[in-house]
């Protein structure tokens, strides 16, 4: 589906951009505040997972965030829903954007530092891929809850209990219920049409 890949283009392309921007102006100096009390700009160097998790173990989300990215790809040969393409757009983006960095910055090829500059109060510092993550999970939770499927079916539970399968209406459009055109409901006749076994009144026997 052409959203998840327009979302995860977009995703690695702003990743990227102010990645190389917080480099360029963040590199030597003290934390700047961005938005008084809420949002610090402080460039670090996360040599671990999403939001500094598990430092010092970079070859293995390196192997990790190649395993998703290759899974997110052959998902997307089923994928009918919109959610769906929506949080895989966004956790593919993610997930290669730091990839590029753990591949292309220092020290070195496999192990590079992920470049992180967001600071809110009590929080790690992250960047805009684990926000892009972040988000990734929470559409992907509420799209499994409300039982949409990748192909854009939905699991609904029917009278007896059991759960059927029927399709999404981001599969295809929703149809009321109504008669077909043309087509008399039992018991309906046509004007100028009388109903067997009855005569016109005014009407005798044939006797």
């Not at 730091?98 to 192990?111: E, I, K, Q, S, V």
């Not at 891929?129 to 999970?137: F, L, N, R």
Request: glycine residues 12%.
């Amino acid at each position: 589906m052409l959203v998840l890949w327009l979302l995860a283009l977009g995703t690695v392309l702003l990743d990227q951009v102010t990645k190389a921007w917080a480099v360029a102006e963040l590199t030597g100096r003290r934390p700047v505040e961005a938005i008084d009390g809420i949002l610090q700009l402080h460039l670090v160097r996360n040599s671990g997972a999403a939001f500094s998790f598990a430092s010092g173990t970079t070859w293995i989300f390196t192997v990790i965030a190649s395993v998703v990215a290759v899974v997110i790809v052959r998902v997307s040969r089923r994928l009918g829903s919109l959610w769906w393409a929506v949080s895989l757009g966004l956790l593919l983006g993610g997930a290669l954007g730091n990839l590029l960095d753990r591949l292309f910055r220092a020290p070195g090829f496999g192990t590079g530092h992920v470049v992180d500059f967001l600071e809110l109060p009590h929080w790690p510092v992250f960047n805009v891929a684990d926000s892009c993550i972040v988000a990734a999970a929470c559409v992907l939770s509420l799209t499994t809850l409300r039982g949409i499927e990748v192909d854009g079916t939905r699991y609904t539970p029917s009278k007896n209990g059991a759960e059927a399968l029927t399709p999404s209406c981001e599969q295809q459009p929703c149809e009321q219920e109504q008669g077909t055109p043309g087509q008399q409901a039992p018991g309906q006749h046509t004007s100028g049409q009388q109903a067997p076994g009855r005569r016109p009144e005014g009407q005798g026997s044939d006797v």
